[in-house]
């Protein structure tokens, strides 16, 4: 974050106008952001580890989102990007994650990369389970595409590997390739390099794909 964003956001700070959301998914990659927050931070939490779930709604070819659950390994940290945020925006940010609920993180679960001495909520958020399939869902290629390139761009290449290894379920979830027919709406562009990237690290992971139905 440049000095001008911290000095606006400890202002807003200190108006109770900012909050703040830990991303893990897609919300790790900045392009996929569509509120005007003050910025974001590489940060780690502890108490949470990725896994692949079914749509809590019942539909004939049911898509995967990416949650989390709760991870009792000690020394587990969970990687991703703390976004600060407008209070105004936390109605449009939790319509985007309707599919998820809105759980509170304790400030002492977190390692920010950047010192900010802030006093204001922290939230995460984690896939409803509510009549959620748990098996036969897949992955959208354009859905990962996006998280992977978040990685990517904020932790480097090894982050894609770990993404992979340290997310449950991605040995039984296969990947359906939309990605030259995007069907996540907030689909981002590949280099020709970060495409091969990915599709080599899912392969030497095992990883099946589906072709489009």
């Given amino acids: 974050m440049s000095p001008d964003q911290l000095e606006e956001m400890f202002r807003a700070a200190a108006r109770g106008e900012v909050f703040a959301y830990f991303g893990y998914g897609s919300l790790v990659n900045r392009d996929t952001h569509r509120t005007q927050t003050y910025g974001a931070v590489r940060a780690h939490v502890r108490g ?3 896994h692949w779930q079914g749509r809590p709604q019942r539909v004939d070819n049911p898509i995967s989102l990416l949650s989390v659950k709760a991870e009792r390994e000690a020394g587990h940290l969970l990687p991703g ?3 600060f945020d407008r209070i105004e ?6 319509e985007r994650e309707f ?4 759980r509170v993180v304790d400030p ?3 390692s920010v990369a950047t010192d900010l001495a802030l006093d204001l909520p922290v939230y995460i958020y984690e896939g409803k389970q509510e009549v959620a399939p748990d098996t036969g869902h897949a992955i959208l290629q354009s859905y990962l595409d996006a998280v992977l390139q978040g990685y990517l761009y904020e932790y480097g290449r090894e982050a894609v590997r770990s993404f992979i ?3 449950h379920a991605f040995d039984d979830t296969p990947v359906i390739r939309d990605r030259h027919a995007p069907r996540y709406m907030r689909a981002v562009t590949l280099r020709e390099d970060e495409a091969t990237m990915f599709d080599e690290a899912l392969e030497a992971h095992g990883v099946a794909f589906r072709e489009l139905p």
């Fill in 48 to 50: 949470w580890r990725r």
């Fill in 81 to 83: 990007l703390l976004v």
């Fill in 89 to 94: 925006n936390l109605p449009a940010l939790d």
């Fill in 99 to 102: 599919n998820y609920h809105r």
């Fill in 108 to 110: 002492a679960a977190l």
């Fill in 165 to 167: 290894a340290d997310t």
